[in-house]
């Protein structure tokens, strides 16, 4: 009895646990620096998560504590590729519309794409079994295709490793017959897991017997990549409400993946920049150009550190924030 007591005691402290790891809210806090990929980070969490609707343009402002203003402005461009600045890439990545994910973080995953391809290669030779055969049958998956399959309910999540070339889907035939499961996918998974790719199989919370990836989980990936935090930042809405639904009724072993994740995203936010506060009245220090602004909407952000203030504009509204830093949930 005693026993099970202890054990119902720890099991509360570790739900509590968990749900503050994975919620991270802003607080007011002085900031002292920005740069202008923190804007266009700021820019893109204060947009309702789930629109993907791409901006045509967008423009920067920064005044420093000292008064001095830069601006930049990037207007969307088909060609873009890569570029040397953090900041002009995330905000090409707000402008495109219907992103192949692969194509756009070509650069930053270019090493793991090609060993990925290579092992993927090596799994194919070494499946060597008496009357069976196997072939990818999907790879690459664009955003819009993962949406869809998530929204009727085949995939649990918003992103996936399909969407940056890191995942592919083994089909495995006996006698030209297609088997949707049995031990021969085992057979498969372990001579992938012995190549060192992560097979679905392994999945608490949604196995998928045909499915192989790059690396254990997203969290993994977003810890080799942190830029690819941007990605997923579009959809935390959406894995807090896969992670809440489990733990609600105890089951947080089902969607370890997911808090993984949740973690990995707000380790990479922990002290950056964020808004705090909306509707925050006219700041009189921005009684000059409020005004010209609203004759002139476009998608902006203009921050200013001396009086510590952000204003964000999307269509012909605006609003003013307060800054502050991202921290975890103070514990209650
Ligand atoms: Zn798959």
Redesign the pocket.
Known sequence: MRKALILFFLSIISCTAFSQSIVRTCQPFQVDSLQFKDLVWMFAQQDSLLDLKPYSQLTLILEDRQGKRLEKTFQSDSTFRMNESVDEYLAQRIMIDKPDLTAFWALELEDDISLFKSLKDSLLAKFKFKYYTMRYS?ETRSLKQQLALQRRGKSKIAL?M?NFSL???VAIYRKKRYLKHGLIYEKMGTIAKDLGLFW?GDFVGFP?LG?IQAFKNSAELLRQHPNLAFEFEHFKANYEQVYTQKASVGREDLVQDTQDLLEAMNEFRLNQACLCEKAQPIPASAHAWIASYQLNPKPRIHVNLKDQWAYVQRGNTGYFFSLGLWQRQAKK
Do not use: N, Q, R
């Open positions: 999907s996936s399909h995942a592919a889907d679905g998928d499915h």
